[in-house]
């Protein structure tokens, strides 16, 4: 397996990969909206072809999501998921200065929860903070 990592997915390859972990397919002029006005995106390759993602989503101050974190089931367990949120966590630190402070967010997919807290992120609710919550406006 030779894992190449890039900057830059297609809407195509970006639903390919959604769909492949059950997700469902963001509609194309959402979908490459959304891709154009991402903060940061990580993709892994092999053979030129996406095989994992991952995005952050910025407010340009102090908050940051990162949305999107998918790898193929055929190429999950092999350290992609982690070499993205590394990157991820490269990513972020680098923008801030000294003092600055961000909040990093996101919603785990169920059963994930444990991967996220090697990365400092914190289980919700807890004694500061209530559940994450979300919903899917369709219209």
Known sequence: MDIQYIHMI?????????RAVGWHEIPSKQAETGLKNTAFQIVATENDTPVGMARVVSDGGYVMYIADVVVQPDYQKNGIAKTMINQIMEFINGGMDVGDQVLVCLMAAKGKESFYK????????ND????GMSTWITK
């Open 10 to 18: 297609s809407e195509k390859d970006y639903n390919r990969l959604r």
């Open 128 to 131: 500061g903070h209530g559940a």
């Open 118 to 125: 090697l990365f400092g992120l914190e289980e919700r609710p």
